[in-house]
């Protein structure tokens, strides 16, 4: 597999940089038309955003009862095996899920000296760095997709002692397939315990890095047609 | 004279990328990504996710969400009000009354929370008005809440030492043992000025406050007892060995939620905007550390991290020099960025050249620390007086030009905000200039600068604690 295999005749690079970029130039040029394009959209999208948030938050929730968990386990002297690469499992489904739901909440840092100079600069430099920002979180986005579907092809396993149920594997695999490969994907499929493979955990990691990538774009579509940032950070965190 | 480039080309894409304002996770990022691509032939993507996965999915990382959150429950609760009615009835004996209640509300909601914007606003919310109505004046007020909120940063949890720790794979409750007797030195130094400034000062005095009752006493700081004991549980359970981090985060996390059920203040609301804010700190924290994770492996491949250091052993720098050299540093940078970002920045470059020093690298984790929080309330103006006068003066150049030059810099400073991000958020509490709150917070800089110092001569401060516990990890 390629890095950058054609789609539909260009390359994907072309699909994933260029054509959100020149969709940012219609923005810029056509804000009316844009916009009505564009409202649907958001009209789905921010639900997810949301939605995603939520996930993560439920996850450090998650993370509180493993190692609360671990700690009765040793108290009791009962073993919980896996418990800490559960807790670092969950620590990256926080992390990753949550990320696209901070940016549009204005939690992640930026130094902003150069951008509250005056309302040119407020505009196009962050226009800019928008565009700069999308750029790497869309290459960032693609490699965790790339790393994904590798783990998932040499069969990686995780290297501690944590072990998942085969069956909910094939739960989450059978998202992955089409349906008439299904009878078949149960069939092989049994309800021993098997090594966490790396690919289950770092489905957190594509959607996560893919929710972003989008995230920023659109910031960046809405500050073109609206013309001010629709980034509101809350008063201090 | 490759590392000569690689060090321009690093620091050109950094500033460039920084200074348009892109997200900091995603400019160390994109920084990272330039390296590889310059210097190394090694695929940027795939060794890029190959770091970051396994960074952002390690054990030790956890321990951040969850103190984070154990702040934001306690930020939630009633805790302010009863902070200040609590310590208030004690203080009031102390020579400079009142004011004390800045200092010791910042001291312990330091220990519940990592963060010292999460301290100043809390504890100033309910001081400020008090102090005023108290006829206490505004600019001890206001310097010394600058000063005692970056407390938050050091005395542990501190979200600052976590990151310092993963970052250069140290224990982070080695860290935060070290944290403590600095804190409470730099705590002590802060109230000794207030005492300070109460005999050398003349002028009207606040009315005592009217006296009250022991038991009285005991009712104001009902509350403020529990938060006390969860402190020590939280802080114990590391220094026993009995806990690791993570796990003292996790006791303080639900030692915090009892404690405002208890209080009645915990309802779906509050549990529900705390976890979300505490979900919101950790991911920024973690692209942070998920853009530091990549540029350090970059840096690693163009070698210049060895470089440095090899160039510290090379010039027989004594640590005394590469300390003042570095504290110098830290503190310009600090007054541009957060502490956090000026920690995961540079660590990659700065730790192999402490290593090969022979400094301390726990020592060092403190040292950073005092120095981050100085350059935190440190006004532009005053720092580069300290330094640059002298250095003027030497050179020849006329003192009384530089004046003027230098009120130019000063206007310049007030309309673009170069300046600590403490004073921002104290600005927009208080809604005074930002020129007056540095002006009230430059006395704070001296006592923190004299830390450094301290730390310097009595290093044991920091490192005898963290040598003497019984470690789980």
């Known amino acids: 597999m390629r890095d950058w295999q054609p789609i539909l005749g260009l390359p994907l690079w072309f699909w994933l940089f260029i054509a959100p970029s020149l969709f940012a130039l219609f923005c810029l040029y056509n804000r009316n038309i844009a916009r009505r394009i564009i409202t649907p959209v958001w009209r789905v999208l921010d639900p997810i955003y949301k939605i995603s948030g939520v996930i993560a938050a439920s996850f450090m929730a998650i993370i509180l009862c493993l190692i609360v968990g671990q700690m009765v386990s040793r108290w009791t002297g009962t073993v919980f095996p896996g418990g800490t690469e559960f807790a670092g499992y969950a620590m990256a489904c926080t992390s990753f899920f949550a990320l696209a739901y901070t940016l549009n909440h204005g939690a992640h840092i930026r130094v902003s000296i150069f951008l509250n100079m005056n309302d040119f600069l407020r505009y196009w430099l962050d226009a800019f760095a928008m565009l700069i920002s999308a750029i790497t979180a869309t290459y960032f986005a693609r490699y965790a997709v790339k790393t994904n579907f590798f783990s998932e092809m040499l069969n990686d396993r995780t290297q501690g002692l944590d072990q998942v149920p085969e069956w909910v594997l094939t739960v989450v695999a059978t998202f992955g397939t089409w349906p008439w490969n299904w009878s078949e994907l149960w069939a092989s499929s049994s309800s021993d315990m098997v090594y966490t493979p790396v690919w289950l955990p770092q489905i957190a990691m594509s959607i996560g890095t893919i929710l972003l990538a989008i995230a920023v774009w659109d910031n960046l579509y809405r500050l073109l047609i609206n013309k001010v940032t629709s980034i509101k950070s809350e008063t201090v965190e | ?78 805790l302010s009000q009863d902070l200040f009615r609590g310590l208030a009835p004690w203080l009031r004996f102390l020579p400079g009354g009142l004011l004390h209640t800045n200092i010791a509300g910042c001291t312990i909601f330091a220990a519940v929370s990592g963060s010292s914007a999460a301290t100043l606003n809390m504890v100033g919310k309910m001081s400020i008005p008090e102090l005023r109505s108290r006829g206490y004046p505004e600019h001890m007020i206001i310097g010394t809440l600058a000063g005692a909120a970056t407390l938050g940063l050091m005395i542990p949890p501190s979200l600052t030492l976590i990151v310092y ?309």
Not at chain 2, 48 to 69: N, R
Not at chain 2, 72 to 77: G, K, N, P
Not at chain 2, 211 to 222: C, P
Not at chain 2, 291 to 314: C, V, Y
Request: glycine fraction near 10%; charged fraction near 10%.
């Open chain 2, 1 to 78: 004279m490759t590392e000569l480039y690689a060090i321009f080309i690093f620091l050109f894409v950094l500033f460039l990328l920084l200074g348009s304002s892109v997200w900091v996770g995603l400019a160390l990022m994109g920084v990272a990504w330039v390296g590889m691509e310059l210097f190394t032939s090694r695929p940027a993507g795939d060794a890029m996710i190959t770091t970051i996965w396994t960074g952002a999915s390690s054990w030790t990382l956890t321990a951040l969400p969850l103190f984070i959150w154990m702040g934001e429950i306690l930020f939630r609760t009633r």
């Open chain 2, 165 to 473: 720790g993963v970052s250069i794979n140290e224990s982070i409750t080695k860290l935060f043992m070290a944290g403590i007797f600095p804190g409470l030195v730099l705590s002590g130094l802060f109230m000794a000025y207030i005492v300070f400034w109460h005999f050398t000062t003349k002028g009207p005095r606040p009315k005592p406050e009217p006296a009250m009752s022991f038991g009285q006493m005991m009712k104001e700081s009902m509350f403020l007892l529990p938060v006390m004991g969860l402190v020590f549980v939280v802080i114990g359970s590391m220094y026993t060995g009995y806990a690791t981090a993570t796990e003292a985060a996790a006791v303080g996390v639900v030692g915090a939620l009892t404690l405002s059920a208890f209080q009645g203040s915990l309802n779906w609301k509050t549990f529900s905007t705390s976890l979300m804010g505490a979900t919101r700190t950790s991911a920024m924290i973690a692209l942070i550390l998920m853009g530091a994770a990549f540029l350090s492996l970059s840096m690693g491949f163009t070698g210049l991290p060895r470089a440095m250091a090899e160039l510290i052993e090379g010039y027989n720098l004594s640590p005394i020099a590469l300390i003042a050299v570095l504290t110098v540093f830290y503190l310009i940078l600090g007054m541009f960025m957060d502490g956090l970002s000026s920690v995961v920045l540079t660590m990659a470059i700065v730790e192999p050249m402490i290593r090969a020093a022979g400094i301390d690298v726990i020592w060092f984790g403190i040292f950073l620390v005092v120095v981050i929080e100085t350059a935190q309330v440190t006004p532009p103006i005053g720092l580069t007086m300290a330094i640059v006068e002298p250095m003027i003066r030497a050179a020849g150049i006329d003192v009384i030009w530089f004046g003027i030059f230098l009120v130019v810099v000063i206007e310049t400073a007030q309309v673009t905000p170069p300046i600590g991000f403490n004073l921002f958020v104290l600005q927009g509490m208080t809604k005074h200039e930002i020129g007056y709150i540095a002006k009230t917070a430059i006395p704070m800089v001296g006592l923190m600068l004299l830390m450094v110092v301290i730390l310097v001569v009595f290093p044991e401060l920091a490192t005898w604690l963290p040598e003497n516990i019984r470690s789980r990890n």
